[in-house]
């Protein structure tokens, strides 16, 4: 079990995906993420596997959160910086979205 202590290292963040492409490479049907967590952070990249709920069409424009605070991870050569949550739900990922608009870089809390 963790503490609220752990919970409080994570750094999760709102960003606005603003780029989706299909990662051909990649093992299991993914994207690749162009996201943008506000002037703090900046524009980061994310592999994700949501491609049974979503189109790159659906994803741009989408605001979304993400640990912002992991290190970088190489899939398939290439350098995914965020974890973007999303729910194992039945059929797939289904993404962790604010229900608001709000500014990209927010702090979930």
């Known amino acids: 079990m963790i503490t609220f202590e752990d919970f409080l290292k994570l750094d999760i963040r709102v960003g606005e995906i603003i780029e989706a492409e299909y990662f051909e490479k990649a093992k299991k049907p993914a994207y690749k993420l162009t996201i943008d967590f506000g002037e703090e952070i900046g524009?980061?990249?994310?592999?994700?596997?949501?491609?049974?709920?979503?189109?790159?069409?659906?994803l741009i424009g989408k605001q979304?959160?993400?640990v912002v605070n992991f290190p970088?991870?190489?899939?398939?050569?290439?350098?995914s910086e965020v974890l973007v949550l999303g729910t194992y739900s039945?059929?797939?990922?289904?993404?962790v979205v604010p229900d608001k608009r709000i500014k990209n870089g927010d702090t979930l809390g």
């Open 43 to 58: 524009i980061k990249k994310s592999s994700a596997q949501i491609t049974s709920f979503y189109t790159e069409n659906d």
């Open 64 to 66: 979304i959160l993400a």
């Open 72 to 79: 970088k991870k190489n899939i398939a050569g290439f350098q």
């Open 90 to 95: 039945e059929g797939g990922v289904v993404l």
